[in-house]
């Protein structure tokens, strides 16, 4: 069966096909056969009942008509009847020679043939008598001829009568036979050829099944797998890619075709390994855009943790200038009031200044009057 299962196409129909031609072939060698037969009894029946029946009624009316010519010869008065009496014997006696001569070369069985010898032979008993009623005819000795017709020869014809009675029952008995064996062999071969189309029906129903099954069924698997490519994976992928475009990394992207096992070498198996080449392309480009999409999650969930910690860095620096800008606001107050302070100590030193610079001016006129 995987033999046959991994032909091609072309190879299965042909065998299928040629099934179909044997079937169809032996139904016609049957009916050939059963014609013949039919035809051989048929042929029995002309050649052996039929024949035979004729030719034993030939012997049947020749063997009378030939009875009654010896009784017309025996009471026949002028010469020319008589002649013309035995002429008429001579043909019948050459008539009866011929038939049981044609009926014995065209019988054939047995029994038959052993009652052909016995009328044969009871013809011949019969024949014996022929010269003395020519004679008897011919001397007008009608008493001694007609105590010969009514004696001994009475006798060997009476024999021959039922010999040939027999053989013409037989043969009637067996033209019923070859009538029963013509309509059996037309039930026999009616039978058979019924017989022999209700088993090529069914097995080329089975074997067109069997080959419809083998060509179906995988191209429903993979015209279904095609869909379930289309409609599932391929809109799966196309939704997450779409998402991904908007920022949405959430959407998943699912591969739920799955191979189809490959069961033949054929061309539907050929196209089946086709078809789970494309599945591992599809799924592997499925499992490279959720890797991707797993290392863009991953890079966002960094940057989002980056800008994290620089917010936090800015709170901090933020916090720090402000701080600074009060330290300064502190500082220019200081450096105002000691500003003041040296302005008020410059204004101090200078009227000491000017007091000492009095008091030496004072020194020294009180220097000048001492002096003086």
Not at 34 to 44: D, G, H, I, K, S
Not at 327 to 335: D, F, N, Q, R, V
């Amino acid at each position: 069966m995987s033999l046959f299962t991994n032909l091609k196409i072309a190879y299965k129909l042909a065998i299928g096909f040629g099934f179909c031609l044997f079937l169809s072939a032996a139904l016609t060698l049957v009916g050939m056969r059963q014609m013949a037969n039919q035809q051989r009894v048929a042929a029995l029946i002309s050649s052996d009942s039929v024949a035979g029946l004729q030719q034993l009624t030939v012997l049947v009316g020749q063997s009378r008509q030939l009875r009654i010519l010896q009784y017309r010869h025996m009471v026949t008065k002028d010469a020319a009847g008589r002649s013309k009496a035995e002429a008429d014997m001579a043909a019948c006696i050459d008539t009866m020679n011929a038939t049981i001569k044609e009926y014995r070369v065209g019988t054939t069985d047995p029994e038959d043939i052993k009652n052909v010898e016995d009328l044969k032979t009871k013809w011949e008993a019969f024949l014996q008598y022929q010269d003395q009623i020519i004679a008897f005819g011919r001397a007008n000795n009608l008493t001694d001829g007609t105590k010969l017709m009514a004696g001994e020869m009475k006798s060997h014809f009476n024999a021959m009568t039922d010999v040939l009675n027999a053989m013409t029952a037989w043969n009637k008995v067996q033209s019923d036979q070859y009538a029963r064996a013509s309509a059996d062999a037309y039930h026999t071969g009616i039978a058979q050829l019924s017989a022999i189309f209700v088993v090529a029906l069914t097995l080329g129903f089975i074997f067109s099944v069997v080959i419809t099954r083998q060509i179906t069924r995988p191209l429903q698997a993979v015209t279904e797998g095609y869909a379930s490519i289309q409609n599932n994976c391929i809109t799966s992928l196309t939704t997450a890619i779409e998402a991904l475009e908007h920022g949405d990394l959430t959407v998943r992207a699912e591969a739920t075709t799955k191979p189809i096992e490959v069961k033949s070498r054929d061309e539907i198996g050929q196209v089946t390994e086709t078809f789970n080449t494309m599945v591992a392309k599809v799924r592997s480009s499925i499992s490279s855009f959720e890797r991707s999409q797993a290392s863009l999650t991953g890079i966002v969930g960094e940057l989002q943790m980056a800008a994290g910690r620089v917010t936090q860095t800015s709170n901090s620096v933020s916090s720090v200038a402000q701080q600074v800008g009060s330290g300064s606001e502190e500082i220019s107050a200081t450096m105002g009031e000691v500003s003041s302070a040296s302005e008020q100590s410059a204004r101090g030193a200078s009227e000491v200044a000017q007091g000492a610079a009095s008091q030496a001016v004072s020194l020294a006129s009180s220097r000048e009057r001492i002096k003086n």
